[in-house]
């Protein structure tokens, strides 16, 4: 058990080759840096293969295996470990997590390849690896807030990568302090998680909670400030500004963590606290209530957007929505499902833009592409590949994780038909703009100088992990497939010891019963053939392909209607155009604010006048003081002499009456 | 016949306090300077007084002490008083007030 008894190692990589690019890559080759930086990655992600097979040796009281490296922090009760475990969660965020990083570092040697700053951007990427993989491997809470902030640090780093771009590095500071508005809720929860549970070990506040009742009113509070983080990392209503902005970095960083990894660590949060979540059912319902509404909510805005990268930004958030919808409604499995497909075929969709941008020379406006089906084809075949995916295609990996959300969402435990109809309504309008990005994109007349910009495939470092992704945007749902000819969800039965092991009875979504008689209420029995039909006349799929049919009538057959309707819908398109003014709402109310009470109050009243007067005023005393006391040292003797005695005289008063007084 | 040492003691202090009156008041650089002696000359009596007193010789070792200081101050005392009545043709202890703020 090498890797298991060593977990640390799949840390350490990504840390080193980091490190290693960081300090000296700055005048190495580029093919020196890529092979620190690819080479760690691929190691990293050779040790999550061999742990994987490694758990899967382990017996079932072993999990979650825990590896105990040695005492952070002590401070009276409060004990901190630097403590690593393994469960099934675990495994699929690791394998996730380190193959999808593993091929967007192979792609960024090809799209950064005519890059400055080509070792700093290695070494940021490879550091995000080391914090993603302490967040997903972390024991306790302090530990993964280590991966969480870290995350966020490489997030600042990487939007800002092109710092000189003033925008870009607004960007970089806007997505810091957003998150940072959540990261408080979730400091609070940690520290009144400790307050009642006395640990920050999940193992220890699990048992505990599963085995003492605590009031739920307390509980409720602690998932709501988790939620908060989550809200903040997964930009979900109303902190999800920070994401779409985010697209000024490089769209392998995009792609990594903008879609795939870190913007998913809130979801992956909720999932791995579901013990606490399932007996706060306030919280769970607030947790779904803003996953649908983010998830119809971001995907309006994705209609109008004409930059292809903040298309799938808003997409992105959209799709977040649906995961903690997923988790709200009590199915962590298919939450955790979808955002294993959505990192497969939301990775690819920024890849396949990035190849886009690539082969237009940097140009990222839709309006000034089209035509490049021909030009570009793999590009084109594994985007309508993503596409098909992420508009739940039956036969593609969103098909399946998409319908088991909606499906938990209107016949599960907690079902809820008004965040079901926000859902299915989301799955078309998702569709539509996906179809509309593609259609724009790839069919039609070109729209772009044809003498000016050389239109070229890229490089096959970029294309093989499009194909890759590709390869796994269809097979990648697979698991679950063997659900819909009465047979169980793999995926779901791998992860249920997690979901079930202290879950409240009847809180949580498990399919893994098939015996009727054992059946929570609320399920039917499944049926062999029947519900392969179900699936795929369910609204999920009806919906998806209406939204491919409109868009393609949009935007292929009669190329005018989108303007023709913007026209005629002035007023809603100039809003949702314009992201419902939400960033501008934001500045009246929160920004010009907060800026107006740090100069006028903060900086002219409270550090000019408070701090800088108490420096300055003990400062003046002693020089006037010092001014005035000077006038005694006045170069004649005889007053010195006469200081002398003065004090002497006065010391020997003082001493006669001290002693006297004895 | 004995005479007890608080009349030696008595004598000090009045030779002391003559000598910080001298001190204070005069102008002359030369009077002021015998005052310091004065002073001195006060505490080796005290000391003397009390070295005979307790039988034992502690206090007549600071004596000598005393006196060779007095004779290193009044060497260099004499010097500083010669320079002074160089440069300012004059004694006056109040026209020497330079090292001031």
Request: glycine share 8%.
């Amino acid at each position: 058990m090498p890797i298991l008894n060593h977990l640390w190692i799949i840390l350490a990589l990504p840390l080193a080759g980091s490190a290693v690019n960081g300090l000296f890559g700055k005048n190495w080759s580029k093919s020196a840096v890529n092979s620190v930086a690819i080479g760690s990655v691929s190691l990293a992600f050779l040790s999550v293969a061999e742990l994987v097979r490694e758990f899967s040796h382990l017996a079932a009281d072993q999990i979650p295996y825990v590896g105990n490296y040695f005492t952070w922090m002590t401070a009276g009760t409060f004990r901190v470990d630097f403590a690593l475990q393994v469960d099934q969660l675990t495994v699929v965020m690791l394998l996730t997590v380190s193959f999808v990083g593993m091929l967007i570092h192979i792609y960024s040697t090809g799209y950064m390849a005519h890059e400055g700053g080509y070792y700093r951007f290695f070494s940021y990427l490879n550091l995000f690896m080391f914090f993603m993989l302490t967040l997903v491997l972390a024991a306790n809470l302090i530990v993964m807030f280590v991966g969480w902030e870290g995350v966020g640090l490489c997030s600042y780093l990487l939007i800002g990568f092109w710092f000189l771009k003033k925008s870009a590095a607004d960007a970089g500071k806007k997505a810091f302090i957003t998150t940072r508005i959540g990261d408080f809720g979730f400091t609070v929860g940690i520290l009144l998680i400790f307050a009642v549970f006395q640990s920050v070990d999940f193992t220890t506040i699990f048992k505990s909670v599963a085995a003492t009742p605590i009031s739920e009113g307390v509980l409720t509070t602690i998932c709501i400030l988790l939620f908060t983080g989550a809200i903040g990392k997964s930009a979900q209503l109303p902190l999800y500004v920070w994401l779409p902005d985010a697209m000024e970095g490089p769209t392998p960083v995009s792609a990594l963590i903008h879609a795939a990894t870190m913007v998913t660590a809130g979801v992956y949060m909720v999932a791995r606290m579901n013990p606490l979540f399932s007996r706060a059912p306030v919280a769970m319902l607030i947790v779904a209530i803003v996953g649908a509404i983010t998830a119809f909510y971001s995907a309006t805005i994705g209609l109008t957007q004409t930059d292809i990268k903040k298309v799938l930004a808003y997409s992105t958030v959209s799709q977040l929505g649906y995961m903690f919808l997923a988790c709200g409604v009590g199915a962590y499995a298919a939450g955790i499902f979808h955002l294993m497909t959505h990192a497969f075929f939301k990775g690819l969709l920024f890849l396949c833009a990035g190849s886009v941008i690539h082969a237009m020379g940097g140009e990222q406006d839709m309006m000034k592409m089209g035509g490049l089906r021909k030009k570009i084809p793999i590009t084109y075949w594994t985007m309508l590949i993503a596409t098909l995916a992420i508009a739940g295609i039956p036969g593609f990996a969103g098909f399946f994780s998409k319908d088991e959300i909606l499906e938990a969402a209107q016949s599960g435990p907690h079902a809820n038909l008004v965040l079901w109809l926000l859902g299915v309504v989301g799955a078309l309008l998702t569709s539509f703009y996906m179809f509309r990005l593609v259609f724009l994109t790839f069919f039609g007349k070109p729209r772009y100088d044809e003498h000016h910009v050389h239109v070229h495939e890229s490089p096959f470092n970029m294309t093989v992990p499009l194909m890759i992704l590709a390869f796994l945007s269809i097979f990648g749902g697979w698991f679950a497939a063997p659900k819909l000819i009465g047979g169980i969800d793999h995926f779901e039965k791998f992860l249920d010891p997690v979901f079930s092991m202290y879950a409240p009875a009847t809180a949580v979504v498990s399919v893994r019963v098939v015996d009727p008689n054992l059946l929570p209420p609320g399920y039917s029995a499944p049926t062999p053939g029947m519900d392969l039909l179900h699936a795929l006349t369910g609204w999920p799929v009806i919906v998806g392909i209406l939204g491919l049919l409109v868009a393609w009538w949009f935007y292929v057959k009669s190329p005018d209607t989108p303007k023709r309707l913007a026209k005629s819908l002035h007023g809603l398109y100039t809003l949702i155009f314009h992201k419902y003014y939400v960033d501008e709402i934001y500045a009246a109310l929160i920004v010009r604010p907060l800026l107006w009470i740090s100069t006028n109050v903060l900086w002219h009243v409270v550090d000019e006048r408070v701090i800088d007067g108490t420096v300055n005023g003990v400062a003046a005393a002693a020089r006037e003081s010092g001014g005035e006391l000077r006038k005694i040292q006045s170069g004649n003797m005889r007053s010195y002499a006469a200081w002398v005695i003065i004090g002497a005289v006065g010391f020997a008063v003082l001493l006669f009456a001290v002693l006297g007084m004895r | 016949m004995n005479v007890p040492v608080s009349y030696y003691l008595v004598l000090s202090a009045i030779l002391f306090g003559l000598g910080v009156v001298a001190f204070v008041f005069k102008r002359n650089v030369i009077t002021v300077f015998m005052s310091i002696e004065l002073m001195l000359n006060a505490v080796n009596l005290a000391f003397v007084a009390f070295a005979r007193a307790r039988n034992q010789l502690d206090g007549l070792v600071f004596v000598f002490f005393v006196i060779v200081v007095a004779a290193a101050e009044a060497a260099v005392g004499l010097a500083i008083v010669i320079m002074l009545s160089r440069n300012r043709e004059s004694l006056n202890v109040e026209r020497v007030d330079q090292l001031k703020f």
